[in-house]
């Protein structure tokens, strides 16, 4: 009887649950294998991972492709399409074994033919520049039955770095509208504006995606995101602002708190009077907290840096740059004095007007400058006026944004203030970072360069290349149906591993 | 017939007026498709090559020429950020804002006849006061502002609708319907106290005027003096209204579309503008331009049609 009536009641229960369901108007035919995950832009126009440039579009590129090699969470690289590789004595030769049972998702193998063929697309110089510099590199490379031998002209310790890169197959000559990749997800289809659909691949060779269907939905507004999450048009939504987390409290999301890594700070012109001046970059790095802006701007949450670099690093990291300046509003009055500023000076702080946190952040220096008689005024420009004016016209004199790292390398975030470099929009010029990153880059043992890197990153603190700020909370919204989200020290989302909670 | 053919040669000048004025704006805004696309990445080789890839290292004329001529084909070119012809990828948002548009009239159109045909014959009551006040207010309230309201009041707390789960005509139509409604419900509220309005006020006007005494006079009742003839020349202004809301709310959907995370013309235009997705951007504007001048010629000739006086 008891029996019967617990029947009857699941029974019950789940015609109301399917009525419910259905009431709502929700197409999910099977909850339990899909997930509809929220992007604040449209993919880039072409999906060939080789020419993805934006950041959000790596991020989504990560579940459908692999290179031979492929970061984990800790930011290692663990052997992917590769299942082994080897590196000679002298550094020069790369030789990556090929996995066994690889398959496309299109159904055919992996080739060695299909890798040779991406290090030729990669490496064609025919156009000008290789697509990826680093493979300017490389003198010769080929198979060997099961084997890609790669030799390179000179050492280069972060060479592995760039066997992230990802393996399609040999004439998918039309990759930008028809990717196929070897990862965890395959391509389904697109519509602009709308969304992107992804389907776990079956035939993955390695742990296979827990969540069958994946719907990549563009929520372009960013004051709708917290509406779409609560009314359960979307699962997952990464990097939510704290104003937001908080209208999500007593919902049915988990926020997950991670770190963005990535350096913000007040990037400062060192070509332009008065930043020219050590003395007075040293002064605004005197007169800014950071622990301040923390505190107002992001309810406390976020991690105080002093150099470029960012905490998910490890080795490379040096925490204490983050107290060489420790706030003394008379040093920096002094220093602007010596400088030539006693009355102080006014600049325009321009920031992309799309990055709120940014703005916040500039708000609160602003007010800051005030103490020392620095009159900043903010100047919001459109994104692509800052890309155009501000990074590549190098036409600012100050501009708060957060610069991240495209390779899990030291060399990716200290490379770009060599004074010869093309990444250099901030223009910091001294002798001794060239001879450092030099050193760095040529150094045969793996301490020997973390030295020299470090020392780099102490060069720009002591500088005072930009006033160095924080490296921002993360926050992520996830419906308390799932599970499993994981953060990277790089900007990817791994959807393969979101499971559905117990 | 040649009253029809002037308008119809001024209203391709405007076109041609608005195509050139487009064009030659974008090319002078900050910003540039190239770097756009290549981001941080970008070195001036790479820029170099994907600017001569794009065809935007040859003359200003030139480009805007070959644009024109693609046009008269059809062919508004081909979109830089998705690989698509401007022409596929408009119709398919194109036919979403139209809908969107088309809902937003009807709705207003339901609401407000009987509306304001009430709120006239109602004129001298205590009625009337609530209504005006309660017109004056919903005016006030822009519709996005409204549109973040509907959302929460019926999308959060009542669920009627899941906010942003639009789904698109191709896959379910009455879905697609079903979820416009309630944007539509935003975009046509201030328009419906404005044609309530309207209507009262044009209702009243017409009360006064020496024929409807005469109708009176005649033996008429109230009721047969109101529907026959005042209503009939009240409708003048107002439809005249309505149609020029038309192409207004075309262009004013693009906000709506925003909060309601409506995949239309609005949102295609602002992101392709953020993103230097110049024959887009220039596409959609000519569209919308395209719309405003139609629906005023509409408007000339119903003039004409409706309103035998006007014929002078």
Same mark, same amino acid.
């Given at each position: 009887?008891?029996?019967?009536?617990?029947?009857?009641?699941?029974?019950?229960?789940?015609?109301?649950?399917?009525?419910?369901?259905?009431?709502?108007?929700?197409?999910?035919?099977?909850?339990?294998?899909?997930?509809?995950?929220?992007?604040?832009?449209?993919?880039?126009?072409?999906?060939?991972?080789?020419?993805?440039?934006?950041?959000?579009?790596?991020?989504?590129?990560?579940?459908?492709?692999?290179?031979?090699?492929?970061?984990?969470?800790?930011?290692?690289?663990?052997?992917?399409?590769?299942?082994?590789?080897?590196?000679?004595?002298?550094?020069?030769?790369?030789?990556?074994?090929?996995?066994?049972?690889?398959?496309?998702?299109?159904?055919?193998?992996?080739?060695?033919?299909?890798?040779?063929?991406?290090?030729?697309?990669?490496?064609?110089?025919?156009?000008?520049?290789?697509?990826?510099?680093?493979?300017?590199?490389?003198?010769?490379?080929?198979?060997?039955?099961?084997?890609?031998?790669?030799?390179?002209?000179?050492?280069?310790?972060?060479?592995?770095?760039?066997?992230?890169?990802?393996?399609?197959?040999?004439?998918?000559?039309?990759?930008?509208?028809?990717?196929?990749?070897?990862?965890?997800?395959?391509?389904?289809?697109?519509?602009?504006?709308?969304?992107?659909?992804?389907?776990?691949?079956?035939?993955?060779?390695?742990?296979?995606?827990?969540?069958?269907?994946?719907?990549?939905?563009?929520?372009?507004?960013?004051?709708?995101?917290?509406?779409?999450?609560?009314?359960?048009?979307?699962?997952?939504?990464?990097?939510?602002?704290?104003?937001?987390?908080?209208?999500?409290?007593?919902?049915?999301?988990?926020?997950?708190?991670?770190?963005?890594?990535?350096?913000?700070?007040?990037?400062?012109?060192?070509?332009?009077?008065?930043?020219?001046?050590?003395?007075?970059?040293?002064?605004?790095?005197?007169?800014?907290?950071?622990?301040?802006?923390?505190?107002?701007?992001?309810?406390?949450?976020?991690?105080?840096?002093?150099?470029?670099?960012?905490?998910?690093?490890?080795?490379?990291?040096?925490?204490?740059?983050?107290?060489?300046?420790?706030?003394?509003?008379?040093?920096?009055?002094?220093?602007?004095?010596?400088?030539?500023?006693?009355?102080?000076?006014?600049?325009?702080?321009?920031?992309?007007?799309?990055?709120?946190?940014?703005?916040?952040?500039?708000?609160?220096?602003?007010?800051?400058?005030?103490?020392?008689?620095?009159?900043?005024?903010?100047?919001?420009?459109?994104?692509?006026?800052?890309?155009?004016?501000?990074?590549?016209?190098?036409?600012?004199?100050?501009?708060?944004?957060?610069?991240?790292?495209?390779?899990?390398?030291?060399?990716?975030?200290?490379?770009?203030?060599?004074?010869?470099?093309?990444?250099?929009?901030?223009?910091?010029?001294?002798?001794?970072?060239?001879?450092?990153?030099?050193?760095?880059?040529?150094?045969?043992?793996?301490?020997?360069?973390?030295?020299?890197?470090?020392?780099?990153?102490?060069?720009?603190?002591?500088?005072?290349?930009?006033?160095?700020?924080?490296?921002?909370?993360?926050?992520?919204?996830?419906?308390?149906?799932?599970?499993?989200?994981?953060?990277?020290?790089?900007?990817?989302?791994?959807?393969?591993?979101?499971?559905?909670?117990? | 017939?040649?009253?029809?053919?002037?308008?119809?040669?001024?209203?391709?000048?405007?076109?041609?007026?608005?195509?050139?004025?487009?064009?030659?704006?974008?090319?002078?805004?900050?910003?540039?498709?190239?770097?756009?696309?290549?981001?941080?990445?970008?070195?001036?080789?790479?820029?170099?090559?994907?600017?001569?890839?794009?065809?935007?290292?040859?003359?200003?004329?030139?480009?805007?020429?070959?644009?024109?001529?693609?046009?008269?084909?059809? %062919?508004?070119?081909?979109?830089?950020?998705?690989?698509?012809?401007?022409?596929?990828?408009?119709? %398919?948002?194109?036919?979403?804002?139209?809908?969107?548009?088309?809902?937003?009239?009807?709705?207003?159109?339901?609401?407000?006849?009987?509306?304001?045909?009430?709120?006239?014959?109602?004129? %001298?009551?205590?009625?009337?006061?609530?209504?005006?006040?309660?017109?004056?207010?919903?005016?006030?309230?822009?519709?996005?502002?409204?549109?973040?309201?509907?959302?929460?009041?019926?999308?959060?707390?009542?669920?009627?609708?899941?906010?942003?789960?639009?789904?698109?005509?191709?896959?379910?139509?009455?879905?697609?319907?079903?979820?416009?409604?309630?944007?539509?419900?935003?975009?046509?509220?201030?328009?419906?106290?404005?044609?309530?309005?309207?209507?009262?006020?044009?209702?009243?006007?017409?009360?006064?005027?020496?024929?409807?005494?005469?109708?009176?006079?005649?033996?008429?009742?109230?009721?047969?003096?109101?529907?026959?003839?005042?209503?009939?020349?009240?409708?003048?202004?107002?439809?005249?209204?309505?149609?020029?809301?038309?192409?207004?709310?075309?262009?004013?959907?693009?906000?709506?579309?925003?909060?309601?995370?409506?995949?239309?013309?609005?949102?295609?235009?602002?992101?392709?503008?953020?993103?230097?997705?110049?024959?887009?951007?220039?596409?959609?504007?000519?569209?919308?331009?395209?719309?405003?001048?139609?629906?005023?010629?509409?408007?000339?000739?119903?003039?004409?049609?409706? %309103?035998?006086?006007?014929?002078?």
């Amino acid at each position: 009887m008891n029996l019967f009536k617990k029947g009857l009641s699941l029974l019950l229960l789940s015609a109301t649950l399917t009525v419910a369901l259905c009431g709502c108007g929700g197409d999910k035919a099977d909850d339990s294998s899909q997930i509809t995950i929220g992007i604040p832009q449209d993919l880039e126009e072409s999906l060939d991972p080789h020419y993805a440039v934006a950041a959000g579009t790596k991020e989504i590129l990560f579940n459908i492709f692999e290179g031979l090699v492929k970061p984990d969470k800790n930011g290692d690289l663990n052997p992917a399409v590769a299942d082994s590789y080897t590196i000679s004595e002298d550094g020069l030769t790369y030789t990556f074994h090929l996995r066994k049972g690889v398959k496309f998702h299109d159904g055919s193998a992996v080739t060695a033919e299909d890798v040779l063929y991406c290090i030729e697309k990669n490496a064609d110089t025919s156009a000008g520049d290789a697509n990826i510099s680093a493979f300017s590199n490389i003198k010769n490379y080929y198979a060997d039955g099961e084997n890609i031998v790669i030799e390179l002209n000179v050492k280069d310790p972060d060479f592995l770095e760039y066997m992230t890169m990802a393996i399609i197959p040999a004439g998918n000559t039309d990759a930008a509208t028809n990717p196929i990749g070897t990862g965890p997800y395959k391509y389904v289809s697109r519509t602009p504006q709308e969304n992107i659909i992804l389907e776990a691949f079956d035939d993955y060779y390695g742990e296979k995606a827990n969540i069958k269907n994946v719907t990549l939905k563009i929520v372009a507004d960013a004051d709708s995101v917290v509406m779409n999450l609560l009314g359960g048009s979307v699962d997952l939504y990464a990097r939510i602002s704290s104003t937001q987390v908080a209208q999500l409290a007593n919902s049915d999301f988990n926020i997950l708190e991670g770190t963005m890594n990535l350096v913000q700070a007040l990037y400062l012109n060192n070509n332009v009077e008065p930043f020219n001046d050590v003395r007075v970059r040293q002064a605004l790095s005197y007169a800014v907290d950071p622990k301040e802006i923390i505190d107002l701007a992001f309810d406390g949450k976020g991690t105080e840096i002093g150099s470029s670099m960012f905490p998910a690093f490890g080795k490379y990291y040096i925490d204490e740059t983050k107290d060489y300046y420790e706030v003394d509003l008379d040093k920096a009055k002094e220093l602007l004095t010596e400088a030539g500023y006693p009355d102080g000076f006014s600049f325009a702080i321009k920031v992309p007007s799309n990055y709120q946190p940014h703005i916040d952040t500039a708000q609160v220096i602003v007010e800051q400058l005030k103490k020392i008689n620095v009159d900043a005024k903010i100047e919001l420009v459109e994104w692509d006026s800052w890309l155009s004016d501000v990074y590549a016209g190098r036409d600012f004199a100050a501009t708060v944004v957060g610069v991240d790292a495209s390779t899990m390398t030291a060399r990716a975030m200290l490379e770009r203030f060599t004074s010869d470099s093309s990444k250099n929009f901030v223009n910091f010029a001294s002798d001794a970072y060239d001879a450092e990153f030099a050193a760095a880059i040529s150094a045969t043992d793996i301490d020997e360069q973390t030295e020299h890197y470090k020392e780099c990153e102490w060069i720009l603190t002591k500088e005072s290349a930009n006033v160095y700020l924080q490296d921002l909370a993360e926050f992520v919204a996830l419906n308390k149906k799932y599970t499993g989200y994981e953060f990277y020290p790089i900007y990817v989302m791994d959807i393969a591993k979101l499971k559905l909670a117990e | 017939m040649k009253y029809v053919i002037r308008k119809l040669v001024t209203m391709i000048i405007t076109l041609m007026a608005v195509s050139a004025l487009v064009f030659i704006s974008f090319q002078l805004i900050p910003g540039n498709p190239a770097i756009s696309r290549l981001g941080t990445e970008a070195t001036p080789e790479k820029i170099a090559r994907l600017t001569h890839e794009l065809g935007l290292d040859r003359p200003l004329l030139t480009r805007y020429f070959e644009w024109i001529k693609g046009i008269f084909r059809w %062919d508004f070119g081909m979109s830089y950020s998705y690989n698509q012809s401007v022409t596929s990828l408009i119709s %398919d948002k194109l036919v979403i804002t139209l809908m969107l548009s088309f809902i937003a009239i009807l709705i207003t159109v339901l609401v407000s006849f009987p509306l304001g045909i009430y709120a006239a014959r109602k004129s %001298d009551t205590k009625l009337d006061v609530v209504i005006n006040s309660l017109n004056q207010f919903i005016m006030a309230v822009p519709s996005f502002f409204s549109g973040i309201l509907i959302t929460l009041i019926f999308g959060v707390i009542l669920r009627i609708f899941t906010p942003g789960a639009f789904v698109s005509y191709k896959i379910n139509m009455f879905k697609c319907i079903s979820y416009l409604i309630f944007p539509a419900i935003a975009i046509a509220l201030p328009k419906i106290s404005m044609v309530v309005k309207l209507l009262k006020d044009t209702c009243l006007q017409e009360a006064k005027k020496d024929y409807v005494r005469t109708a009176y006079s005649r033996g008429n009742r109230t009721k047969a003096v109101f529907y026959k003839h005042v209503l009939k020349n009240a409708m003048v202004p107002v439809i005249t209204f309505l149609s020029m809301t038309f192409a207004d709310i075309i262009a004013g959907s693009i906000i709506v579309e925003q909060v309601f995370s409506v995949p239309g013309l609005g949102r295609l235009l602002l992101t392709s503008i953020s993103g230097r997705d110049y024959p887009v951007c220039e596409a959609i504007i000519l569209f919308l331009a395209f719309f405003v001048v139609f629906s005023n010629l509409l408007v000339d000739l119903f003039y004409r049609v409706l %309103d035998p006086r006007i014929r002078v």
